[in-house]
């Protein structure tokens, strides 16, 4: 099957390359978002800017149906230096597009150009371009600022390359697709000394120390071995010196689980295990525990719908319904909680900096997948706002 963006792709290598040389973080794509709406417009648009502060939200509107249907990319960056020799690599020092926001922007502009002047359709599309998913704020800010009350959708739809996957394969699943993260943080308030008359205080060092192997039992011990999760301390900092034994210890870490239940039931046994240790030792904690990212739940009837629509253009060979869930976190899991969604990966190549992890200095997102990615947007909306869907 011929695809319907192939024309295009000249012009979304042109947009991925200017997003890609020219990255901002979150709440900063202030570049980004106004060339996203000035694009939208002379596609024809109806565009709204500043949504959620930086988002942008672009509406096409053909026939008379009211079914609609909402998709969204991501605009932002990352806090990272790029060291990729692309000729194309970013202008602006320590920040680069390290997990393809660039492409996922310029995918979308492309699906909407298409659609807008030969999409088969009969309703509603909602472009929707989101700020700061790295730091999960975006998508929270455009549904407080009315996104789906001002721009109503039935069903929204998210998408996500994959290094290592093959270019023109997709995978999604029914339920959990990412994981939620949350951030802790373990203040120990012990009593420093002389590090040579340990006996005379309690050491902050060998509390946490006994603390972050403990921690570690929550996911071997204490959860069912058939869910999944994943707690890593990842700072471990104390006012201790040369020869100080530290009175106070801040341990900083990450927590994933695919589920509401194994989030809350880490939670409750951290609390645990930090009061047990503290007490052994005659010392006291303080523990926070803050949700950013909850997990992703792709709604069955949306994720059916968006599997149907890339096999029927790419092939059953090409997607994978049923693929195992991933353990990153995503803000898109925002819009699906507000309305049934779906979230889509698609392969982003199996060489070079193309495979390269997300987040990775020299990782970069493979042009060849635009017309794919795009591709499959306007499958998808053909599908769902078809004259006989």
């Known amino acids: 099957m011929d695809a319907p963006t192939r024309n295009l792709e000249d012009l979304m290598i042109g947009w991925r390359?200017?997003?890609?040389?020219?990255?901002e973080l979150g709440f900063n794509e202030h570049r980004t978002a106004n060339k996203v709406a000035d694009l939208l417009a002379s596609f024809g648009l109806e565009v709204h800017a500043g949504v959620g502060q930086t988002g942008v939200v672009g509406v096409l509107q053909k026939g008379n149906a009211t079914r609609s249907i909402g998709l969204r990319a991501d605009m932002d960056a990352l806090p990272i230096t790029e060291t990729g020799d692309v000729a194309y690599r970013s202008s602006?020092?320590?920040?680069?597009?390290?997990?393809?926001?660039?492409?996922?922007t310029s995918m979308l502009l492309g699906a909407a150009k298409h659609l807008a002047e030969n999409g088969s359709f009969n309703?509603?599309?909602?472009?929707?371009?989101?700020?700061?998913?790295?730091?999960?704020?975006?998508?929270?800010?455009?549904?407080?600022?009315?996104?789906?009350?001002?721009?109503?959708?039935?069903?929204?739809h998210g998408m996500h390359n994959i290094p290592g996957m093959e270019i023109g394969t997709f995978a999604s699943r029914a339920n959990a697709i990412t994981a939620s993260e949350s951030l802790f943080e373990i203040e120990i308030s012990a009593h420093g000394g002389h590090a040579a008359l340990p006996h005379m205080g309690v050491d902050a060092i060998m509390v946490g120390s006994e603390i972050v192997g403990a921690l570690q039992t929550i996911v071997s011990r204490k959860l069912n071995p058939s869910l999944n999760g994943v707690v890593s301390v990842t700072e471990f900092e104390s006012d201790?010196?040369?020869?100080?034994?530290?009175?106070?210890?801040?341990?900083?870490?990450?927590?994933?689980?695919?589920?509401?239940?194994?989030?809350?039931?880490?939670?409750?046994?951290?609390?645990?295990i930090v009061d047990g240790i503290c007490a052994a030792h005659g010392v006291v904690a303080t523990v926070s525990y803050d949700t950013i990212f909850p997990a992703t739940l792709n709604a069955a009837s949306a994720?059916?719908?968006?599997?149907?629509?890339?096999?029927?253009?790419?092939?059953?060979?090409?997607?994978?319904?049923?693929?195992p869930p991933k353990l990153f976190s995503?803000?898109?899991?925002?819009?699906?909680?507000?309305?049934?969604?779906?979230?889509?990966?698609m392969g982003n190549g199996t060489e070079g900096a193309h495979a390269r992890a997300l987040h990775s200095?020299?990782?970069?997102?493979?042009?060849?997948?635009?017309?794919?990615?795009?591709?499959?947007w306007v499958a998808l909306v053909e599908q769902q706002l078809g004259e006989s869907a």
């Open 303 to 323: 994720t059916r719908s968006a599997v149907r629509a890339a096999q029927g253009f790419f092939g059953s060979d090409a997607v994978d319904g049923d693929c």
């Open 330 to 345: 995503e803000d898109f899991a925002h819009l699906a909680t507000a309305r049934p969604g779906c979230f889509m990966l």
């Open 361 to 376: 200095s020299d990782y970069d997102f493979n042009d060849a997948a635009l017309v794919p990615g795009s591709s499959y």
């Open 123 to 156: 309703g509603r599309i909602v472009f929707i371009f989101q700020p700061n998913e790295e730091y999960g704020l975006g998508a929270a800010a455009m549904l407080d600022d009315g996104l789906f009350d001002r721009f109503g959708v039935d069903e929204v």
């Open 240 to 272: 201790g010196r040369r020869n100080v034994l530290p009175g106070k210890a801040i341990l900083r870490g990450d927590a994933r689980a695919l589920s509401s239940e194994v989030n809350q039931a880490t939670e409750i046994h951290m609390r645990r």
């Open 92 to 104: 602006n020092d320590g920040v680069m597009h390290a997990c393809g926001h660039d492409g996922h």
């Open 17 to 23: 390359h200017d997003f890609h040389q020219h990255p």
